[in-house]
């Protein structure tokens, strides 16, 4: 009887286990799906990180071609952080926090 008690346990643990990693690997997929997609849209001018709109822009006034070098820079260093943290949280296992920062850096992107 205990046999069948520990072999029930332990086939639980592996199934929860699997569970975990095969989570862990659907955000490491959806990553990897993502990074095609961002791959893919590299020869498109208007594709891209994107950043809010300022309140400047907002209230009419013209950008300056620093001013616009500076905001995509600013974008594109915030979309590269982003995407790190949803790779660390893969490689973590953490599936749900993965899916979640992935979603902000999908927000990010402006496929064009």
């Keep these: 009887m205990n046999g069948n008690i520990y072999t029930t346990l ?5 199934l929860v286990l ?4 095969a989570n ?3 955000c490491s997929s959806e990553i990897a799906k993502f990074e095609d997609v961002v791959r893919q849209s590299e020869n498109s001018h208007a594709a891209g990180p994107a950043a809010p709109q300022s309140i400047d822009a907002q ?5 300056t071609a620093r001013s ?4 995509e820079r600013q974008a594109q260093t915030e979309f590269e952080a ?17 899916m979640q920062a992935l979603g902000v850096v999908k927000l990010m992107f402006d496929g064009g």
């Design 59 to 63: 209230l009419g006034h013209q950008p």
């Design 18 to 21: 699997s569970a975990a990693s």
């Design 82 to 98: 982003s995407l790190a943290r949803a790779k660390n949280f893969a490689a973590r296992g953490d599936d749900a926090e993965c």
């Design 68 to 71: 616009v070098l500076r905001a």
């Design 24 to 26: 862990a690997a659907s």
């Design 10 to 14: 332990i086939s639980g643990a592996l």
